[in-house]
């Protein structure tokens, strides 16, 4: 209907101009009818009016579709804001897609003080070291799309090739955000790809997706020169990526003596850190701050029952046993058989390969964790080792 009243009008403008305008020209000289131009701007400026009326429908609707579609599969914008773009660009995609790219980074940036708690943790190995990153945002939803996954991925890649310049945090160096920010990151996604900075790949990605996408924190950690690392991501929604990771370094004496058997403890051990959630490598790294305030916390709920000093004493001591292990990593209870501890268990290594194993340093990262806390803390300890 309205397309044929558009016409309609159209034709009756274009007859218009083929009948009186030229007979106007002919009749009226310009010098005895100063506003025959304004005239003539006015009547050509109505037509151009209607062409532009008429623009979005020469656009079929089947057309309008399939430009949706194609937009909203390039950017993964929201539907609603990809046909706004669409429509104030009188469907022409390129335009469009320039003006949702604006619009989402003007968006983002002011998105970013917002609290981000989800997201994924990023790991990327080779031979010598391997590299976790914590990516964030504001929804699990967001967390699950292949683009911010790609990121996050491309991202521990690149954490991989900075140099160790900060001191030792759990035996990993320390990769924060303004280590990578300014770095080459070379995107290859069908949706986003080509050569950038790593903070405007964040921007952009921010900007598709709507919400607040941030770098919190990353750890590289060295591998042993007789040994290896071993790796567990758990919540794993493709390799590489997961919510909980742990990270370890076994160092073997006798250097590739029977490296199967190293490495299948390894694994199991690396799992039994996200799982068992160890703070200390050995009883001696336990912190004097933390032993102290958890003796003091287990003599005031000894000195409850009543007892004489001396069996406090020696309540406090086997409770402090307990509490060691359920913090030392030598001391837990091995997850996948607890009727030995892990240190049994690299005792039992030892002897199978013949040469003396050792954890070196091992790291537990979640995500999210501590947030809630001190949101803008890049470099929260997350264990402590050798």
Known sequence: MAFSAAAKRLSITTKHLSTIAPRRYHSLSPFKSPSFAQSQRSESNSLLSHFTFLRGFSVSASDQMNLIKQLRERTSAPIKDVKAALVDSDWNIEEAQKELRKKGKVLASKKSSRTAAEGLLALAQNDSKAALIELNCETDFVARNEIFQHLALSLAKKALLVENTSPLVSGAFQVGPGSLEEMTLNLEHPKINGETSVHNAITEVAAMMGENVK?????VMPAPSQGII?????????PGLGRIAGVLSLEVDEGKTQMDAIQRVGSELAMHVVAAKPLFLTKELVSLDALENEREVLKSQAEASGKSQ???????????????????LMEQKFIVNDTM?????LDNLSKEVGSPVRVVSFLRMEVGEGIARQETDSSEPVAQAA
Do not use: D
Request: hydrophobic share 35%; charged share 30%; no cysteine.
């Open 230 to 238: 071993s790796t567990y991501l758990h919540t794993s929604p493709q």
């Open 310 to 328: 001396m069996a406090i004493e020696k309540m406090v001591e086997g409770r402090l046993r307990k509490y060691f292990e359920e913090v030392v």
């Open 341 to 345: 501890n892990v240190k049994t268990v």
């Open 215 to 219: 770098l919190r924190r990353g750890y």
